[in-house]
C-alpha cells in the first residue's frame, strides 16, 4: 500500500531577499593523481576516442555537458609528495616516482603542461595546488615562474622550450592540502602551517600580487582540531590568503538512510562554524577584509570500504576509490549542492571530488566505454542552470527525527534568479524515503507565471545505479502535475527526490 502524503511544505520566493551571487566557480571539480582519474581516466592515448594529445575525447564531451569550472589539480594527498619539475618535459624522460599518498607509482606521463591543455579543451579554469608537506616557499615559486611568467627568466624559457609559449595563467592557488590530517606526508601543526602558509602566500604575492590564495583548514569538520585549527592559521595568514578550505564527504552507515539523506546538515553547519570562525579572527585583527570559504572537496564517498581494501602494491593507475553511486547517493548529492548554493554568499569556490572514475560523476573502461553516474545529473543541471542570484528560501513543512541529525525538515531546498531574463529555478530534495510531499511555492514577488520544465531523479528501486552493463539505467525524468496559476508553483514532490523546477 501507498502511504498518505506528508503535510505540504511551504516556500515565498522574494527577489528582494537574496543570499548573493552565485560565483561560477562553484561548480568546480578536482582531477587528482589518484587511481584512474588521470590514466584511463581524462588521458588514454591509444584510447580510440583519443586526441592528438592522448585526451579521450568520450570524456572531455561528458566533462563540457557536466559544466565544471574552476579544476583542481594535481592533488589531493598526492601532492604533498608532488615534485613540479617531474611533470614537465617531454615525456620519455620523465622520471617514475612512487606515490606514498595512495602507494601507487606515477609515471608522470601526464604532468602539467598536458593540465593545462586539458583545462582549455574543457572551457575550465585551472586550480593548481603547491606542495607545502614535503616541500616549501622556494619550489612553490619556481612552479609558479615557470606556470606563469611570460618568459626572458630560466623557468619560464623552460615552459617555452618545452613547447608551451603562452603562460598557463593560473590564478587561483591551493597552499598545500588538508595539512592538518595526520596522514598527510609532512603533516603540520596549525602554527607550523600558518608559518609556511603565510610566506609562501607572501613571495608568491610578490611574483604576482593578483593571485588567489586558498589556505587549508580542517580535513573535516569531526577532526579533533577542526576550528581552533583555522583559527591559529587565519590569525598568520588572515591578511595573505582569501580562501581557507572545507573538505566533507558523506556516506551511508549502520543502516541509517534517514541520516544520510540529511548529510547536508552537517554541511550546512559546517560552513556556519568555518564563517563564525573566519569572521571572529577577522574581529580580533581588526580587519576590513573578508575570508571566503573554498568547499574544494565534497562528494559522498563510501570511505568505509576505501579503507577496508588492502593498501596498494605500488601499481601504475589501480582501481581505487571507484564508487558506484545510487539514486539514493543522487539525492544526497543533489543536497549538498543545494546546501553550497545556499551559502553562495560565502563558498565563492567548490570542487566536487573527484571528476573521473575516482569517486565521480564520469566513468570509463579502459579502452571501452565511457558513462554518467547517477551523481552526474544533478551537477550539470545545477551547474547549467544554478546561475545568477541565490534566493533566500525559508521552508515551512513537515520534519522528522533523525538518529544523527535529531529532527530535520523534509524539504531542502534553494532557488535561483537569473536577473537578465527574470527565470527562476527551485532545487528541492524530498528526505522522506517513501511518502511524497506536496509543495507550494509563492512566486509573486518574482514576476514568474510558466512552468518551463519540472525535472525528478527518483527510482522505484532507490538502489538502482548506472553500470557498464547498464550505463543509461538512471536517468531524471519530467515530473507529472506540477502547475503555476495564480502566481504559486503547486507540485507534489515523489518519496526521495531530486528535483529541478524552472520557471519563466
Ligand atoms: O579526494 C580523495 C582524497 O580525500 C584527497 O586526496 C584528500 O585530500 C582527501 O582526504
Redesign the pocket.
Known amino acids: 500500500m501507498t502511504p498518505d502524503p506528508l503535510s505540504p511544505a511551504h516556500v515565498t520566493l522574494d527577489p528582494a531577499f537574496a543570499v548573493g551571487p552565485v560565483s561560477p566557480r562553484l561548480f568546480g571539480s578536482?582531477v587528482?593523481h589518484?587511481g584512474r582519474c588521470v590514466y584511463t581516466g581524462i588521458y588514454e592515448p591509444d584510447h580510440p576516442a583519443a586526441d592528438a594529445a592522448g585526451l579521450r575525447t568520450d570524456v572531455l564531451d561528458l566533462i563540457r555537458e557536466l559544466g565544471v569550472t574552476a579544476i583542481r589539480y594535481p592533488?589531493?594527498?598526492?601532492?604533498s609528495g608532488f615534485r613540479w619539475e617531474d611533470s614537465v618535459g617531454p615525456v620519455a624522460e620523465r622520471p617514475r616516482r612512487l606515490d606514498l599518498?595512495?602507494r601507487s607509482t606515477e609515471s608522470n606521463r601526464f604532468g602539467l603542461r598536458e593540465f593545462a591543455d586539458f583545462v582549455r579543451k574543457v572551457d575550465g579554469e585551472p586550480m593548481m595546488a603547491v606542495n607545502l608537506g614535503t616541500r616549501g616557499v622556494a619550489e612553490a615559486l619556481e612552479l609558479q615562474e615557470y606556470a606563469n611568467h611570460p618568459g626572458g627568466t630560466e623557468l619560464s624559457q623552460r615552459r617555452i622550450d618545452h613547447g608551451d609559449e603562452q603562460p598557463y595563467g593560473i590564478r587561483l592557488w591551493c597552499l598545500g592540502?588538508?595539512m592538518d590530517?595526520p596522514?598527510?606526508t609532512g603533516h603540520k601543526t596549525a602554527a607550523e602551517y600558518g608559518r609556511l602558509a603565510t610566506e609562501t602566500a607572501r613571495a608568491m604575492r610578490q611574483m604576482d600580487p593578483d593571485l588567489e590564495l586558498v589556505a587549508c583548514g580542517s580535513?573535516?569538520r569531526a577532526m579533533p582540531t577542526f576550528a581552533a585549527w583555522e583559527a591559529t592559521v587565519l590569525e598568520h595568514a588572515y591578511e595573505h590568503v582569501d580562501y581557507i578550505s572545507l573538505?566533507a564527504?558523506y556516506e551511508e552507515s549502520d543502516g541509517d538512510r534517514d541520516s544520510f539523506l540529511a548529510s547536508a546538515v552537517d554541511m550546512e553547519t559546517f560552513i556556519e562554524d568555518v564563517v563564525a570562525t573566519c569572521d571572529h579572527v577577522g574581529a580580533r585583527l581588526k580587519s576590513d577584509k573578508r575570508i571566503n570559504l573554498s568547499f574544494d572537496?565534497w562528494?559522498v564517498?563510501y570511505?568505509k570500504r576505501f579503507h577496508d581494501a588492502a593498501p596498494g602494491q605500488w601499481e601504475e593507475a589501480p582501481r581505487l576509490?571507484e564508487d558506484n553511486y545510487s539514486v539514493t547517493d543522487a539525492v544526497v548529492f543533489g543536497s549538498l549542492l543545494i546546501a553550497l548554493l545556499r551559502h553562495a554568499d560565502r563558498v565563492t569556490v567548490a570542487c566536487l571530488?573527484?571528476l573521473v572514475n575516482?569517486?565521480a560523476p564520469i566513468m570509463t573502461e579502459p579502452g571501452g566505454p565511457s558513462w554518467r553516474q547517477s551523481t552526474f545529473f544533478p551537477f550539470a543541471q545545477a551547474s547549467r542552470h544554478g546561475r545568477g542570484r541565490v534566493l533566500q528560501v525559508h521552508v515551512d513543512g513537515p520534519a522528522h527525527e533523525t538518529a544523527r541529525y535529531g529532527e530535520v525538515p523534509l524539504l531542502h531546498a534553494t532557488a535561483t534568479v537569473d536577473d537578465t531574463s527574470g527565470a527562476v529555478t527551485v532545487f528541492a530534495v524530498n528526505r522522506s524515503q517513501d511518502r511524497a510531499l506536496p509543495l507550494t511555492v509563492a512566486l509573486g514577488a518574482t514576476g514568474v507565471t510558466r512552468l518551463v520544465e519540472h525535472s525528478v531523479l527518483a527510482d522505484a528501486d532507490p538502489e538502482a545505479r548506472n553500470t557498464l552493463d547498464e550505463p543509461g539505467r538512471v536517468t531524471p525524468h519530467a515530473a507529472t502535475g506540477t502547475a503555476v496559476a495564480d502566481g504559486t508553483l503547486r507540485t507534489t514532490l515523489e518519496p526521495l527526490s531530486w528535483n529541478v523546477i524552472r520557471l519563466a
Open positions: 578536482f587528482e589518484l592533488g589531493g594527498n598526492f601532492v599518498a595512495w592540502n588538508e590530517g596522514w598527510q580535513s573535516n573538505h564527504y572537496e562528494n564517498w570511505q576509490l571530488a573527484q575516482v569517486i
